[in-house]
């Protein structure tokens, strides 16, 4: 449904250029939990979702990213991953921030950015990122 990946995945700059081989992931917007009784989960279910969400779309790229470090031209079998891909990232590491969504609402969180450096971004996603859940 494309207004569910334009809800997790929301326009937002993240305010700021990566340096050399890093890369900037925008990490996949969780919506608030509820059962099918309609009973809100603690917030700490969401909170670990949050924290151990693992798929992303690459927002930015050092000017290093995917490239030979010693000639500065890129790697033989190409980028791995360009702007607008969607990728699998490590659960723990990375450099995380919030950054308020256009659309947000009173509940709801802002959108979460991470820094990794190029060669820690794991795969890209080739079906729906929306597919996936966090393992917790």
Known sequence: DPQELD????DVNPGMEPF???V???LRRI?????SAGIILVE??????????MV???VALGPLAFKNRDTMQPWMEG???AIG???????WGGDRWERPAPDQQEGEDPVLFAVFNDHEVISKVTCNPLSFKAFV
């Open 7 to 10: 809800w997790a995945f929301p």
């Open 20 to 22: 050399g081989a890093r």
């Open 24 to 26: 900037i992931i925008q």
């Open 31 to 35: 919506k608030k939990k509820t059962t």
């Open 44 to 53: 700490e279910t969401k909170e670990n979702e949050k924290w151990n969400n």
């Open 56 to 58: 992303g779309k690459v």
């Open 79 to 81: 980028t791995w991953a």
């Open 85 to 91: 891909d969607f990728v699998r990232v490590p659960k």
